[in-house]
């Protein structure tokens, strides 16, 4: 006979998994025609130029683009990122292929280069920038994740902190990269430790951004996040 002090709680659920934003890959590239439009255009302007200057990165980043592009496509299928995080993407995407595939003098590329103000090269703007676009992309998974959590100070660190982990993995990239090819234009100790300030910086104003945006419209974020039948999947802003 069961003990009549124990009261199981038969009504508790494990929180279902949500389902894909997208029913497949191919899917959600035609959900956002023009941002995938937009990156192959950026893709084969700056390949195209590259390999008819003979630049030797060139068959290195069109790896490594078309795999981060398949991998964005991947994730977006089954987070469903905003339209503004998927621009944000595809401006990265230019951004990163014109700072190593655009040539500014012998044996330098955009990437090397100041912009005019003390301290702040193109390098260090382009890592803040996409790393707090990753920041805001992690976060987005987290929301997916989990349902309708509001930004808290734990879980914006967390994304900010997931956007870091990528910096990093990239960066491990860079160094065996410098390990196969003596032809990079990738920088040593130094340009490695201003990348991961700047990732730091990009992914801590992101991080705060979405942290304060929550707080003072908190009420609407909650609604809008457990309700996406309101909403299209993909649309909205970062946060």
Known sequence: MPDPGIHPDTTRQRPAVPAPAHPSVAAAARAHLPMVTAAGVVFVAFETAAAVRGDASAASYAAEMILLFWLVLVADRFIGFSEAVLWCLVAWSALHMAGGLVATGHGRVLYNEPLGVPGIHYD???HAFGFGTATAACWQALRRCREGPAPTFGLVVLAALAALGLGALNETAEFLMTRVSSTTSIGGYRNTGFDLISNAVGATAVATWIYVRG???RPMES???????DRPVGAGGIS
């Open 223 to 229: 609604s809008a996040v457990r309700g996406d039948a």
């Open 215 to 217: 707080r003072t419209r």
């Open 124 to 126: 260090r703007v382009v």
